[in-house]
Structures are given as structure tokens and as C-alpha cells.
């Protein structure tokens, strides 16, 4: 046994307590508890329970259950929190990670793992028969895995920022591979650099003796990344073969099929068999799993269950709740989550039946960014300012979904073009547009997260200058003159690109950018990206079949960002910008058309954007009517 003692929380930041239970008991942890799936496979687990004077207290209590693959052994923080105000806190590392014997497959055992050890939780004699689920990430993805599997006893989840449908977007983007997942695998899970760097790297290989390599490995991404494709066994990575296997599966398969509908946390693939809970669904705008969660996760669920569901997004880059910045966006104070006494609201309402009111709140809470002064914060970053709104759905009815057409000579307007020829660019592969920020997550050195002026500087690794992306050649920029009023942008972001190429195959990328005039802190102003996105040219009909395209001949493109909320104050552009590359974000283009992941070649793609009255290219802005722009609806 393990003692464990922490001092109370104080309060929650923003937001009352509501008959939030007080910490009463001690910790005791039952560490490396073995427990069996339906395979004979043991999987590591850490039991936290209520106790005093060093001793477990008699009697039953609900459970909180996360399931990791980042080493359960750093859970104790949240088990420290929650144990001592009446939970168990049940900690397990996932199949084939630390402790946990068996074979990693990144989800596609989950389902059953998870359904296995609920079924040992309701069984034991501590439990009160009522579980609910917490992790970030990949550990919210194995919550959704429990649901898609209707594990028993299971009676309220919180997913945050949780890894689904990626297929679709995540780890496949529109067809791009999303490189963060290359740089997951390469360092071990996001192990490399961390106390747990031995431990992942030795639990990973197939020999001992290989451990050094794939840490030494992990440390040097930037070079392998610059070096795909990704073949087999030409990389250290041969010597953790489970993760190449998958990765290089991964990277290789583009279609839509059983591999990525079947992954095990697919959740609009499998609404009908998802358990019917009440869920928290958590995520950010600048969030990697943004999209998913409220796009698709939160709107299906809402429409096919019964059980409450809520949505919340916040200002917030991947994990970051607690946070009132964004990359190098700063927001109001309460822009972040007192996020321990935030989630034991919701438990304690649906896990020990406490009239608190969380489930008479607004089904929706977003922050709506925007309105700050710009001004320069001591930590460098500009004050973007906003404020948190609650609403009664996603997206908001009052949604006036407004085109903004592209046209020659760089204008964004809500007036169609006329006849001009189209833009034609040449997108070189090996000298693809960096990744300044965006929604990523697992970035490691690869890349920064949240919001970036769009200018290149040395520690940017991929720039070669200190120029903006806007003065590339292979950048295609449309923007509004200043705008005379303010603009809230509140919803979907969803481009429609009519493009083609000389090539058999290329990829067009979208980016929305808030464009800062000059300021005394920013005399250049700024170029703040909002949402971006890509689309593999052969699976512009959708991520179901790949089909090459003709050169030379138009096509539609659907372009679909991660959603946002941000009010484009008076004086600034909205800008959007079109090329071919977001390099490390997306794997890049060789525009030959070869297999995924398999080309030997390379070649220059000339690619053409088409404004005329034929082909209306166009971003539909998801305009919220001005008097909700800058405050919030009192009536809601």
C-alpha cells in the first residue's frame, strides 16, 4: 500500500462550488494491480481508494476510471484530488504500454479492455456499481471505445480533447496523413524527453538492447520526417515493430474503410451501439481534436441519445484548459479552467445524485474570442481578449452562413467575381510552406501550437527567412479591405475551392487569418491564423475511394477548417490564404500520383485557382448578428 495526502482546492475560477464535496479522507494506492481480459492479457492498474489513519475505509464508493498510455503513474495527481472527496480513482496503463502486457494497436483493443475492466470495477466489493470516466486525448478515446462497447456500470464521461474519428481528421486529414502522428510514434508515444523515456522505449522494442536506439531515435524526428517516406525497416523503429507496423499502415492507407471506421473510437461510425450516458464533451479552438468533438461527436450524440450531452470549448490549444492563452494569443483571466472542480460537478451530480444544477446549465458553452486591445503582454503575446457565451446548440441557429468570393488581384468579398482568368501557382514539394502554429497536438519539435503571427523567424525551424508567408510565390492571399464594423465569425469554417493541376494528383491547402493593423507594440501588425485545413486532390469526392484527377481540368474542392469563434474587430482583414503545403503539419504532396507513402519521385505541380462566374470560389463565413458580438445573450 501507498499513502497519499494533498491539501484541499480552494475554489473554481470564475464559477461557484455548488455544494462541491469537501476533501474527508486520506489515499491509500494498490499499485500494479494485475488484471485479466478476455485474452489472458494482464493489464497494469492503479487502485486509489478513500481511507484513514492509513487505513481503507469499509464501504462503497463510485469510481473514476482513466485508461493511459501515458504511464498510469501519473495519475496520482487527479487521484489526490478526487479520492479524498468519495471516489475510487481506478489508473490503467493501456495494452502493451508500460506495465500492461500484450500488443499496442492504438485503440482497436480498447473496446474490449475497457468493457473488461468496468466489469472487474463493478464487481469489487468497494464499488457502488456507478463508474465515470476522465482523460485527455488518447485517454478520451479509450472513454469513447468503453461507450462504443456498452461497458457496464458506466454512468457519466468527461472525454477532453478526445482522439476519434481519425480517419477522417487527426491522423488522416481529407487524405493528408498528419505528421504529429509520425512524430507520436517516432518518440514512443510522447515519451522521448521525459522521465518516462526509458521506460516507453524499453516496453516498446523487441529487444532490450535496441531501447538506446529508438530514444536516440525520438531526438532526431526533424531528420526523418524530412526523409519519408516511411518504409519498412529502414528506420530504428524496426526495433519497436508493433509501432511500425501501425504507423506505416497508417501512412499507407488513405481510403475510408473497416481499418479507420473500426479503429475503435469512431464514434459517428458507430452512434447506434454507443452507450447512452450523459457526456461532457471538452475541447478548444486551436484543440488537434476540435473538429471531432464538436462537429461530429458532440452533434451526433446530441440528435441519437436520450442522456444529457454537453459541449464546452474554450480558447485552449490541446490539454490546455487550464491555460488563458493560445500560442502566442492572450485571452481574459477566465479564459481557463479551475478543471479538477470544474469535472466534480458533473460526477457528482450523475455519480452520487447531488442537485448541484450542472444539468440544468446551457447545453453549450464556447468563448468567443476577440475584442482585446492588442496590446503587447509581458510574455510577448498579443491580447486577443473575449469573453465565455452560453448557447442552446451547435452550431448556433442564428447562423447567417455568408460567402465570401475569391477574386483576381487578392480581394475577399461577399460580391461574386467577374470573368478573370485563374491564379496559377507553382508548388514545389521540396520546398514546401511551413507550419506557423495551428491545431496540433503530439508536436514535440515539429511544430508550434495554437496562434502565430504568419511571419517566418529563426526559431521557426523550417524557415530560411524572415519573411511573411504572404510573400511566397506559391501563397495565394485574398482579403477584405478593414473592415468598418466588427465581424463575430462564430461556426463551421468551410472553403470551396475550384481548382486544378497539371498533375495527376496534388493537395490544396486553406488557411483564415485575422489580419492586426500596425500598432506601437506591433508596428508590422499581425498575422493571427484562425483555423486551416487541407485536401488530397484524388479524395476530393470524400475519403471513401482515391480517384487520380485529370490534369488541367477543374474540380470543386471541399475544404473544411476546425471550427471557431472570434470577433474580427474594425480596422482588421479577414484574410484567407491558398497554396499547396503546411509542412511539418501534412505530409507533402509528391504530385506524381504513386501509392501513398511508397513514391520515388517528385515533381514541380503548376496549379491553378479559378474566380469567375463559373467557378464561384468562396469561404462560407458563419456570420453571429452584431448585437451578440460582443456580449453575451442575457435571455439564453
Known amino acids: 500500500m501507498v499513502f497519499l495526502w494533498l491539501l484541499p482546492l480552494l475554489g473554481t475560477r470564475g464559477q461557484p462550488l455548488r455544494a462541491q464535496g469537501a476533501p474527508s479522507y486520506d489515499v491509500v494506492a494498490s499499485k500494479d494491480v494485475m488484471i485479466a481480459m478476455r485474452d489472458g492479457v494482464n493489464l497494469a492498474t492503479d487502485v486509489y481508494r478513500p481511507a484513514r489513519n492509513g487505513a481503507v475505509v469499509d464501504g462503497k464508493f463510485p469510481t473514476l476510471l482513466e485508461r493511459t498510455p501515458y504511464n498510469k503513474n501519473g495519475a496520482a495527481a487527479a487521484a489526490n484530488y478526487f479520492v479524498p472527496r468519495g471516489y475510487v480513482v481506478v489508473v490503467q496503463d493501456v495494452r502493451a504500454r508500460y506495465k500492461s502486457e500484450g500488443h499496442w494497436r492504438p485503440i482497436r483493443d480498447d473496446p474490449n479492455d475497457g468493457f473488461d475492466t468496468a466489469t472487474w470495477i463493478g464487481a469489487q466489493p468497494w464499488s457502488d456499481g456507478g463508474i465515470g470516466t476522465i482523460g485527455t486525448s488518447y485517454a478520451g478515446a479509450t472513454q469513447h471505445a468503453l461507450a462504443i462497447a456498452n461497458a457496464p456500470f458506466v454512468k457519466a464521461m468527461i472525454p477532453v480533447d478526445a482522439m476519434s474519428n481519425f480517419g477522417r481528421y487527426g491522423v488522416r486529414h481529407n487524405g493528408a496523413f498528419e505528421l504529429r502522428w509520425f512524430n507520436w510514434v517516432f518518440t514512443v508515444g510522447n515519451a522521448i524527453g521525459t522521465p518516462n523515456a526509458a521506460a516507453a522505449a524499453a516496453r516498446a522494442a523487441s529487444d532490450p538492447a535496441a531501447a538506446a536506439a529508438l530514444i536516440d531515435m525520438g531526438t532526431r524526428v526533424r531528420e526523418y520526417v524530412r526523409g519519408l517516406p516511411l518504409r519498412p525497416g529502414t528506420t530504428p523503429l524496426k526495433f519497436a515493430p508493433d509501432y511500425e507496423a501501425w504507423l506505416i499502415e497508417?501512412?499507407?492507407?488513405?481510403?475510408?474503410?473497416?481499418?479507420?471506421?473500426?479503429?475503435?473510437?469512431?464514434?459517428?461510425?458507430?452512434?447506434?451501439?454507443?452507450?447512452?450516458?450523459?457526456?461532457?464533451?471538452?475541447?478548444?479552438?486551436?484543440?488537434?481534436?476540435?473538429?471531432?468533438?464538436?462537429?461530429?461527436?458532440?452533434?451526433?450524440?446530441?440528435?441519437?441519445?436520450?442522456?444529457?450531452?454537453?459541449?464546452?470549448?474554450?480558447p485552449w490549444t490541446h490539454g490546455g484548459q487550464a491555460r488563458s492563452f493560445a500560442g502566442e494569443a492572450q485571452f481574459t483571466d477566465d479564459a481557463g479552467l479551475d478543471f479538477n472542480a470544474w469535472?466534480?460537478?458533473?460526477?457528482?451530480?450523475?455519480?452520487?445524485?447531488?442537485?448541484?444544477?450542472?444539468?440544468?446549465?446551457?447545453?453549450?458553452?464556447?468563448?468567443?474570442?476577440?475584442?482585446?486591445?492588442?496590446?503587447?503582454?509581458?510574455?510577448?503575446?498579443?491580447?486577443?481578449?473575449?469573453?465565455?457565451?452560453d448557447e442552446r446548440e451547435w452550431p448556433l441557429a442564428r447562423t447567417r452562413l455568408t460567402p465570401y468570393y475569391l477574386h483576381a488581384g487578392g480581394l475577399l468579398s461577399p460580391d461574386k467575381p467577374g470573368d478573370d482568368p485563374p491564379a496559377t501557382y507553382v508548388f514545389d514539394p521540396r520546398n514546401p510552406v511551413p507550419t506557423l502554429g495551428g491545431n496540433v497536438s503530439s508536436q514535440g519539435t515539429l511544430m508550434f501550437q495554437g496562434a502565430a503571427d504568419q511571419r517566418c523567424r529563426p526559431d521557426f525551424w523550417l524557415c530560411a527567412d524572415s519573411k511573411p508567408l504572404s510573400a511566397r510565390n506559391d501563397v495565394l492571399v485574398f482579403q477584405t479591405p478593414p473592415?468598418?464594423?466588427?465581424?463575430?465569425?462564430?461556426?463551421?469554417?468551410?472553403?470551396?475551392l475550384w481548382a486544378a493541376s497539371n498533375a495527376p494528383d496534388t493537395d490544396f491547402t486553406?488557411?483564415?487569418?485575422?489580419?492586426?493593423?500596425?500598432?506601437?507594440?506591433?508596428?508590422?501588425?499581425?498575422?493571427?491564423?484562425?483555423?486551416?485545413?487541407?485536401?488530397?486532390?484524388?479524395?476530393?469526392?470524400?475519403?471513401?475511394?482515391?480517384?487520380?484527377?485529370?490534369?488541367?481540368?477543374?474540380?470543386?474542392f471541399t475544404i473544411e477548417m476546425y471550427p471557431t469563434s472570434l470577433v474580427f474587430q474594425r480596422n482588421h482583414r479577414i484574410r484567407l490564404d491558398i497554396s499547396s503545403s503546411s509542412f511539418p503539419r501534412f505530409d507533402v504532396n509528391p504530385n506524381t500520383g504513386e501509392p501513398l507513402n511508397d513514391n520515388r519521385r517528385w515533381r514541380l505541380a503548376e496549379n491553378s485557382v479559378y474566380f469567375d462566374s463559373h467557378h464561384l470560389s468562396h469561404i462560407l463565413l458563419p456570420m453571429i448578428p452584431s448585437r451578440t458580438a460582443t456580449q453575451p445573450d442575457a435571455g439564453r
Open 250 to 314: 497508417a501512412m499507407s492507407h488513405g481510403d475510408y474503410d473497416a481499418f479507420w471506421k473500426d479503429h475503435g473510437s469512431s464514434v459517428v461510425d458507430h452512434v447506434a451501439e454507443y452507450k447512452d450516458v450523459p457526456i461532457y464533451h471538452v475541447t478548444g479552438w486551436y484543440d488537434s481534436w476540435g473538429m471531432q468533438v464538436a462537429n461530429l461527436n458532440y452533434v451526433e450524440l446530441r440528435k441519437a441519445k436520450k442522456s444529457l450531452q454537453r459541449l464546452i470549448i474554450g
Open 483 to 496: 473592415l468598418a464594423r466588427d465581424v463575430e465569425v462564430t461556426g463551421r469554417l468551410v472553403v470551396k
Open 510 to 556: 486553406a488557411k483564415l487569418v485575422d489580419v492586426y493593423p500596425p500598432s506601437a507594440d506591433f508596428p508590422a501588425g499581425i498575422d493571427l491564423n484562425v483555423a486551416d485545413s487541407i485536401v488530397r486532390a484524388r479524395y476530393r469526392s470524400g475519403p471513401g475511394k482515391a480517384e487520380l484527377i485529370k490534369p488541367s481540368q477543374p474540380y470543386e
Open 343 to 389: 469535472r466534480l460537478r458533473w460526477f457528482e451530480h450523475w455519480l452520487k445524485g447531488i442537485d448541484n444544477g450542472v444539468d440544468r446549465e446551457a447545453p453549450v458553452r464556447i468563448y468567443v474570442m476577440g475584442g482585446g486591445d492588442a496590446h503587447k503582454t509581458p510574455d510577448g503575446r498579443v491580447f486577443v481578449g473575449g469573453g465565455w457565451r
